[in-house]
């Protein structure tokens, strides 16, 4: 069975920054997509960013050059670095993993928990 572990959420002043790392679990072929969502109290959850297998990556709007999303495809983890990080980026933060292909079975997608950042003003 495949599983995602964030891990890197912590309590931070605004302006400042945070990394976020997704770790996976189980023996895995290959990940197609993985990204990070994040849902807010009282919001629904929203995409942050995405990162292809290539490489090629999509943001939302309200992160665009504050936000860096990467990958090691070797270690199947993803990471995102947060900078300039705003109040309005308090919120839980999932990895996501789309289309894992593992020797008995492909998922067509993984959450992991989520891992709580908090940006105070």
């Known amino acids: 069975q495949v599983q995602l572990v964030e891990s890197g959420g912590a309590l931070v002043q605004a302006g400042g920054s945070l990394r976020l790392s997704c770790a996976t679990s189980?023996?895995?072929?290959?990940?197609?997509?993985m990204g990070w969502y994040r849902q807010a109290p009282g919001k629904q959850r929203e995409l942050v960013a995405v990162?292809?297998?290539?490489?090629?990556?999509n943001y939302a709007d309200s992160v665009k050059g504050r936000f860096t999303i990467s990958r090691d495809n070797a270690k199947n983890m993803v990471y995102l670095q947060m900078n300039s990080l705003k109040p309005e980026d308090t919120a839980v933060y999932y990895c996501?993993?789309?289309?894992?292909?593992?020797?008995?079975?492909?998922?067509?997608?993984?959450w992991g928990r989520g891992t709580l950042v908090t940006v105070s003003s």
């Open positions: 996501n993993a789309e289309k894992v292909t593992t020797p008995i079975h492909t998922y067509l997608e993984v």
């Open positions: 189980g023996s895995i072929f290959s990940i197609n997509a």
């Open positions: 990162i292809t297998s290539g490489g090629n990556t």
